[in-house]
């Protein structure tokens, strides 16, 4: 294990490396470009087996991506943006033939206007695509996640995509400390890649993909890759727990602070849980009964944990870094509430949306968040359900 | 190249049973492709009639593995397999030959799938990529493609008072391919067995991407009888319509040249055609003529090509 002094974009792509996949298929995209062009340049060393097939367009990678996993090759790509927009018809295609391939995505705001800064409409824009998806905090739960999604992806009873998101620019393009394992940490971690009904088998030739419609068995493959998410519920779980034991860094779906007696928790997802987690703990030393819980599990949504975990709270409010149009609030508002309806506690539940195209949030608007909620708290039902941090009058 | 017999005799890659239309060109195409396969192959085929009609679930009539994923992406999906094949291979973990095919019509082809297949051949990946084009999009029920030729009916380039079917040429899909510098390109038709087999032998022995444009007659989009496919492809070749030539690392070869009389009037063939009837009714002669006159000079531009390039 070492030290280093690392962009978030240099810490994933050393864990791709470090897994040493048998093929990448990659196209550039701010902000995810380094990991891109890191990756090749190992490939140009010969640092790693990997073949590296430099696509045509992020439509192009992700087709390449199922070609080679269908072949029974290890898998990767990774994108942003727009990149994961062009994907989007692939990214469902990838999830229903069952093919574990990992993806960073370096989350950035959809055009239009074009806008290259930080927020998470691309991921969430496919949080129905049927990959799994878990957000990190900074570079070094990007390089954790990153390494943890072969373990998820190929476990028998998943056999799902996985992508792990960071924040574009703010995480990806910062350099911070991250903790590396050693080459052979990673690689036994992750273990061999055992494939499943591969093309290229000889003495067994499939058909992937076939034509499934009326009189079918669509609708079954269906529920069938819905199970496979439950089942990764547990996986996601385990994978994390042994990552712990091993290396000291344990992950679960989700992760609280000062959450047990607060009466009002914040849930957030990303880069920004750690404004979040820093303005809590200030609260916290005058006296305020303010929470975090902080998601890293977006798919498959950790219902009953969340309801349970956020079950003592008296407001919860839910920071969103992307909106929903026309929707009730943005996608982590709906799922927290649609959570919490299911529960015996009722909460009030307010929703701040925030940091759009990579607007800055500070520590006075958390500050400010927590206010609306205390007096919400109080007894004061606020008139909007849905609030914008941080945005410029007129 | 082997003798057809043997060829014939050797197992089917693509089984009967299947749900394509009597009269299609698509599977004659594909049989005669796959029969000169040297080993067993992946084949990645593009949405539309071919994949459909093959792989109906649970049942699929491809000996070989193939794949499927969409229908604008099968050069990608192949140059995925074939790199995953290179990586397995270099480090031990596979052993045998393998060959790897792609199939699309034209509109996976020259629409909706070019810039696939543009960066796939660019990129050098070792495959045959094999257009069966039946002049627009059959599987959902005869719409344009940008291979139409002119003056056809499709529903969406239909005719009416203001308009005598689509107005505008072909894609010359086979020329760009060849713009890209591939070490083999060719056209073929499945009248001529025992050329299209030996340019897909050609195909299969290249090293690198190799591209076979077919043209496959469509009864149900032509309006023609299922039994006269193959006597339209024909005369498609004899009118020039559809000329038989190679690309050979830049040498262009014109495997058939009908002299004098032997190269026919192209409305001979429009009019075996119920896609183009409109065009034999008064007031469309200049249609007609328009046809003719770019057959005429598409046919002149490759002689010349032929005899620059040679």
Known sequence: MARKAITGNGAIALALKQVEPDVMAAYPITPQTEIAQNYAQYVANGDVVTEYIAVESEHSAMSAAIGSAAAGARTITATSSQGFALMWEMLFIAASLRLPITMPVITRALSGPINIHCDHSDSMGGRDCGWIQLYGEDAQEGYDNAIQAFRIAEHMDVRLPVMTMIDGFIISGAIGPVETLDDEQVKEFVGDYVAVNSLLNVEKPVTVGAFDSLGGWYFEHKIAQNRAMENAMDVIEEVGREFGELFGREYAHFKTHEVEDADIVLVAIGSAAGNVKTVVTKLRAEGRKVGVLKVRTFRPFPTEQIREALSGAKVIGVMDRSDSFGAQGGPLFTEVSAAMYGGESHPQIYNFIYGLGGRDIFPDDIEGAVEMLEKAAAGDTLAQQRHYLNVREG | ?310
């Open chain 2, 1 to 310: 190249m082997a003798k057809p017999k043997e060829i014939a005799n050797k197992p089917e890659r693509l089984t009967g049973g299947h749900r394509l239309c009597a009269g299609c060109g698509a599977p004659v195409a594909v049989r005669q492709v796959m029969g000169v396969c040297p080993g067993p192959a992946v084949v990645s085929v593009s949405t539309g009639c071919l994949e459909v009609s093959t792989t109906i679930y649970p049942y699929t009539a491809w000996k070989d593995s193939m794949i499927h994923s969409a229908f604008e992406n099968a050069g990608a999906t192949i140059s995925g397999v074939e790199t995953a094949y290179n990586s397995l291979k270099k480090q031990g973990k596979i052993k045998d030959d393998m060959y790897f095919v792609a199939f699309g019509g034209d509109g996976g082809t020259y629409d909706i799938g070019l810039q696939s297949l543009s960066g796939a051949v660019e990129r050098g990946h070792n495959f045959v990529f094999v257009c069966y084009d039946n002049g627009a999009y059959m599987n959902t029920g005869f719409q344009r493609s940008s291979a139409t030729p002119q003056g056809a009916w499709t529903t969406t380039s239909p005719v009416g008072k203001e308009s005598a079917g689509k107005q505008q040429n072909r894609k010359d899909l086979t020329a760009i391919l060849v713009a890209h510098d591939i070490p083999y390109a060719a056209t073929a038709s499945p009248h001529n067995f025992k050329d299209l087999m030996s340019k897909a032998e050609k195909a299969f022995a290249t090293p690198g991407p190799a591209f076979i444009n077919v043209i496959s007659p469509c009864p149900r989009g032509w309006r023609t009888p299922g039994d006269q496919t193959i006597a339209l492809a024909k005369e498609a070749v004899q009118s020039c319509y559809w000329p038989l030539y190679e690309v050979e690392n830049g040498k262009y070869k014109i495997n058939y040249k009908p002299k004098g009389d032997k190269k026919t009037p192209v409305a001979d063939w429009l009019k075996k055609q119920g896609r183009f009837a409109h065009l034999f009714k008064p007031g469309n002669e200049a249609v007609l003529a328009d046809i003719q006159d770019y057959i005429d000079r598409k046919w002149e531009e490759l002689l010349k090509k032929e005899e620059c390039l040679a």
